[in-house]
């Protein structure tokens, strides 16, 4: 069996850890009887800036055939984020139904969370975001621009469709885990999108009699995920608090180098796409230290995802072992001294 897999490694940080991972899921893929081919785009800022365009006007028609797509990040200090991200990022998870994004937050034994009185295992949160509408609905504008009376509209658009997609799948994985879902809105203030929410949740609800649901508002959800993070189990959230629990998620669970992503289209229709939760990181880019476990635990969801489970297992066991492992390579940001490339040359070392 050969997948194609498309590789979009973008701006900043996202080519050296796109680079570094590679191999890794190579050797899993070479280790568990399948290959992987490669088809890569290089696309992102240093296009836009050279040729006007994040990515080619065909660019999705261009990753529709392949299995998977593999993406390293998006965004660039000399472009604002809003142009490189509606260029190449967002367009990619709405036009292919990405619907369901599901973020892990795991703490590994040997990784320390900045909290206090937690050790590996105890905190295991699987986030379910919706990827492609609510409050990053491209629906809105501005006018009167300079006026006194400028005015800028910017509305959230939630779809039975799409909540009842994530609201299912995170019901779905909460049964087969804890049978615990915490469901995160801001139904006292947005009366209408975020009560629609609650109504889809109540209604999945009763498909799922064996799973309790706990109601939190996100402004108390932030608070809880660092006052009791060992307490959640699986979360459903809209886009926007989903993007920002998953930093919140990712930190308590030791680093963003750390913390993977899937952003999944629920009808395969399109393929799906696997990124670390991290961004560009302009504050390390070049250094050579990027932490490239995000990229290779994206990549055993990616494998989980095209059915090859076996591979997926051994891609997160080895990270999970590199990372136990007190004489094993770590970067800076999990204390460490050590580069991107040798923590990638270990890993390739335990498959
Ligand atoms: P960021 O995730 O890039 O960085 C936040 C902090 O985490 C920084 O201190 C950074 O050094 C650290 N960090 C991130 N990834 C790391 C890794 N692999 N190893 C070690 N340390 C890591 O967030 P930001 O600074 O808010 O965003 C920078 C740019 O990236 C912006 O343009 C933003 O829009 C973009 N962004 C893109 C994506 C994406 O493409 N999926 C995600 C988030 C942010
Ligand atoms: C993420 C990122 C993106 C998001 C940005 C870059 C648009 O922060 O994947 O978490 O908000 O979804
Ligand atoms: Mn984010």
């Not at 036009?95 to 937690?118: E, M």
């Not at 809105?185 to 629609?196: I, L, R, Y």
């Not at 920002?244 to 998620?249: C, F, K, M, N, Q």
Request: proline share 5%.
């Amino acid at each position: 069996m050969t997948y194609d897999i498309a590789l979009v490694p973008g701006d900043g940080i996202g080519p050296a850890v796109v680079d570094a991972a590679l191999p890794v899921l190579s050797a899993a893929a070479d280790a568990h009887g399948f290959d992987v081919e490669t088809t890569r785009h290089d696309w992102g800022t240093e296009r836009y800036l050279s040729a006007g365009a994040m990515m080619p006007d065909d660019g999705l028609d261009r990753l529709a055939d392949s299995d998977a797509i593999l993406l390293g990040s998006v965004g660039h200090p000399e472009v604002p984020d809003h142009v490189t991200l509606n260029g190449l990022l967002l367009p990619i998870r709405k036009g292919f139904d990405q619907t369901i994004c599901k973020r892990p937050a795991v703490l590994f034994d040997g990784v320390r969370s900045p909290l206090r009185g937690y050790e590996g295992g105890d905190i295991d949160i699987l986030v379910f975001r919706e990827n492609t509408e609510g409050e990053y609905a491209d629906v809105g504008g501005r006018e009167h621009l300079g006026f006194e009376n400028e005015v800028a509209v910017q509305s959230a658009v939630y779809t039975r469709r799409s909540t009842e997609r994530i609201v299912r799948a995170a019901f779905e994985a909460a049964s087969e885990r804890a049978g615990h879902l915490t469901n995160v809105t801001k139904s006292n203030a947005q009366a209408h999108g975020m009560v629609f929410w609650d109504d889809v949740v109540a209604e999945v609800s009763e498909e799922y009699p064996d799973v309790t649901v706990e109601r939190l508002l996100v402004d108390a959800a932030s608070m809880d995920l660092i006052r009791r993070p060992d307490e959640f189990d699986v979360i459903v959230c809209s886009n926007l608090f989903g993007d920002i629990l998953t930093d919140v998620g990712a930190i308590v669970t030791g680093s963003m180098g750390l913390a993977p992503s899937a952003n999944v289209d629920p009808g395969r229709d399109h393929p799906s796409m696997f990124e670390p939760v991290h961004g560009s990181a302009f504050d390390i880019v070049g250094e050579g230290v990027a932490n490239p476990l995000a990229t290779v635990l994206s990549g055993s969801l990616m494998f989980e995802h095209l059915g090859e489970e076996a591979a997926a297992s051994a891609l997160w066991d080895a990270v999970a072992a590199q990372l136990a492992d007190e004489g094993a390579p770590r970067t800076p940001d999990l204390g460490g001294e050590s580069t991107t490339e040798a923590v990638a040359a270990d890993l390739r070392e335990r498959l």
